[in-house]
Each structure stands twice: as C-alpha cells, then as structure tokens.
C-alpha cells in the first residue's frame, strides 16, 4: 500500500463560529483562531479543518454558502485568512477548508439566476421539478425534517433541498456546475491551503427520475437515500483530475453519508484516485431508534455493536483504503456524555475514549474542546436551541406526535448538535474567555471547572493526554500500520484489540464501564517490553489476567 504523509497526521476541527472571538462581537473568527495556533501546536495536531468561513446567510451556520470566494465579514477578510494560513504553515500545522457543493445557499447568485424562471441561464444548476400529481416530485425528506422539495409558485416547479429550503441541492449532471466548482477549487488551492473536507460529498450524483426511497419515521425517505448516485465516483475522478491531481500533497475527507464497506475502498482508494480518505458514521448511528431508524433518542450505544462495527471498518480497508477516527465533530454530541461519563468518570472516561480511537488504524479528528473533555450543554428549554437540525427536529416530533413532549425534548436535548456547538472553554473567565461580548450561543456553565488554562497548568489533565497519544502516532509505525485484532468481541463492557506490524504488537485494553472486571490477555502480551500510555497507574496483569477498574484504558507494546 502507498505511504502518505496524512496516514501519520492527526487532524484538529474548528468550528470557527464558536472557536475564539477577537474583536468582542459574541461570534468566534479568524483573528481568533490565529491567536490560538500556538496553543493546538503545542497539543501536537498536524492538521487544521476549518468548518465554513465564507460568506453565508447562515441558516445551517455557514454550511449553505452565498459566495465561495468571500469570507464571511463576521469572520474577518481574505487578509486575516491569508495571515493565519501562513502562520499555521510556519509552525507546521496544514489548513483544509469545508468544501460544500451538493448545495449552495438560496442567496447564491446562481440560484437567484435560476429561480428567475424556467428560462434562465442557470435553470439547470439546480434540481427543478414538475409537480407529480400536484403534489412533491417523490418521497424524499429534508434532513432538517419535512420534504426535501420546496414549491416555486412563480414557475409552478419544485426544487430538491436535501438540507434546509435555503440550502438547494446543485445538479452535478450540468457540466458546467462541475467546471465552476473546479475552478473555485483551484483559486481556492493557489492560495495555498492544503486541501478539502468535502461536505455530503456521497449524496452529489442523483438517481436519474428520482425514485421513491423507503419511508422512515416522519414518513419521508431519509435524505441519504440518494447516497452513491450512478455518477458519483465518476465526478470524483473527474475532480480528481482536473483540479486535486494539479497540486502536491493534498489530502481530502469525503463526509460519505450512508457509507457502506462496499463503497467506501472506492472513494478512499490508496491508488489515490479519489479522496485520501473517507468519513463514515456508522458507529455514530448506533444509538439511533433500531425500528424507525430516528436519531432523536436517548439510547445507549451498545459496546459489542460498537466493536462489531469498528473492527468491520478496520479489517475491510486495510491494506486498501484509508478510514478516518473520529467521536465528535460538529453534528455529534459530546462524545464523553454520550459514550463515558460526565460526572464522577469524566477525565477517566474522556481518556479511554481517546485511547480506544487513536490506537486504531485511520486518521484521528479532534473536535474542538475533545481534548479538555468538553461535556453534553445543559439546554433548559427549546428556546436554548440555535441549530436548525434541532429546531425543526423538536418541531416536527410534537406535530406529528411522535414522542411524548417531556421525550421529545430529552431526546433533542441529547442528540442536538448544539451540544458540541457551545463556546470553546479557554479559562474560568466571563463567558469561559470566548469572548468579551454576549455569545452567539449559551456557554456551557461547566467552564468553571473545565477549561483550556486550568487543565494547561496540570500534567495528568485530558489535554496532555491526548498531546501523548498524539505523539505516539508519529513514534510508533505499528499505530500507524499495523494490524488490526480485535479480541473477546461478546464482552459487552471493554474493548480491547491488538495491532500487529511484523516484530511490534500493541493491545489496547479499554474498560467502557465504572464497573471493575478481569479479562484475560494473549500470553505475548503478559510480560510487556512498556506501557506505552495509560490513564490509571494500577495496572495489576496477574498470570493472563489483567485487572481493569473503572473506565482504565491502557496500551502495552512489545517488539519480538
Ligand atoms: C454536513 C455538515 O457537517 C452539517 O453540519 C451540515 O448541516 C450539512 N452537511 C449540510 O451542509
């Protein structure tokens, strides 16, 4: 398999909104996130991905965009841009930037070309439709809950909005959509930057005559029904070779919605015909409702489906395709409320989490605030919401009475991706040290306790941990190349796998629980040559046994 230098990378997302404001307005920016370069140095990233800067109404925060090549005022200017790029490039950090083109904002000027009528110039960059029946060109839903389709009574046509109405889709069929996209990618990339996340980058290519998809819960087909259109790989190679090909040492993360193992080694292919890798969320779905598929539930995720559905992730690309490691980004509650403990556990928990991912074969994202062990927000009421996902969501279930209102809103309160949308915690300061001002959205009152200064001045803080399990990347090629094992896959309370790179082994052992228990190891693994990293200092191995306490995670290496 080819080498590549972002196999060995660790990634670190910024949701620039809520990342750090400079200039007192309650809104994060890029002045913001210059000043606090020196500090993701020091954690030991290698790679920025910046969520979207550009100029936007935003409806979904910046994800529906109005012009690719503006920054958004809120943000700063081109020069600020152009200023933290090339300081993050002397410490050494790389910059990829959200590339969203399955859709663009209302307010782009294409799409205010094209609404004008069925004679516009730009009719066909959008995905316009006659009226079935009088009624939605097919079945298919909006992510943000409702129709997917939005009626134009100046044309008498529907437009496709797999997102907000505000959002509509693009037609990837036209030619020249194609070309003006690759052309703002390379304006994009001769500034500089080092490549894309690319946004629902699986969802881009529809079924010709848009059929029906399966109903789900709200009665709508699932916005990823469409997900691997017919052309979908083809546009990727044609990207690929028009614009990616064209520059050196790019790397790009498909966010491939409804990825499947079938699909995935296609779009992460290590032939580099595509994308350098993929993102995938299986294991972020488990804890959806298993009969009506909803992701507005308060379930628990099971461990041995976890490793099930890792460990497949794990074997099936190897040797072929590259996989991304992530438990947060900016869609997902927080992983430590959601999979570990916030309470009594939380350090502890925030660690093993962090030690089960990174030991895995794949690149890791950190998402902001992952490394202090940001928590789940306490919201008091649906007004403490700003995220259209959670709005209409919360909306939707109480007029269709699909939950009980008491449910509905624990549920939303759990899975709301305002969760991980809340301020980043710099210090125990007024609104956590974000910003001087009101902040665009409610600071998690835990800053007292958790935060970026208090945990800098204390060497068995979340952060250095995660600053050693970072560096242990770029020491170790067997956490990089190795093998993946997993082994007691039925234990439903701990994860433990080996990685295997000709004479050098580790065995990750992670208790997912606050229960102590034993497992048994392989006998290789019983005299260690070290413990590479752990975050407990009893580690009692007893003959093959190994003790594991509360939410212990530990690695153990041995080379032959
Ligand atoms: C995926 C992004 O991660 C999410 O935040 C956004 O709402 C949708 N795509 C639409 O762009």
Redesign the pocket.
Known sequence: MKKYWWQKSVVYQIYPKSFKDSNGDGIGDINGITEKLEYLKKLGIDVIWL?PIYESPDV??G??ISDYRKIRADYGTMSDFLVMLSRAHELGIKVIM?L?V??TSDQHPWFLESEKGRDSAKRDYYIWKDPVNGKEPNNWGS??AGPAWQYDENSGQYYLH???RE?PDLNWDNANVRKDIYSMMRWWLDKGIDGFRM??ISLISKEPGLPDGKAGFNGYAPFTSCAHGPHVHEFLREMNDEVLSKYNKLMTVG?C?AATLEEAPKYANSDGSELSMIFQFQHMSLDNDPETGSKWTIRKINIVELKRVLSSWQEKLYGKAWNSLFWN???QPRIVSRLGNDGKYREKSAKMLGTCLHMMQGTPYIYQGEELGMTNMRFDSPEDFRD??SINGYREILDKKLMEPGEAFRAVCYKS?DNARTPMQWDNSENSGFTTAAPWIGVNPNYLEINAEEELKRKDSVFYYYQKLIALRKQYEVIVYGKYQLLDPENPDTYMYTRTLGDEKIICICNFTEKSCNVSIPDEYVRPSKILISNTDQIQIEKDLVHLGPYDAFVLYRSE
């Open positions: 969520s979904d925060n994800y529906d959200d969203v399955n859709h992510c943000f797999l997102f907000a959002q946004d629902v966010e919605c980004n900016h869609d259209i996902d991706r």
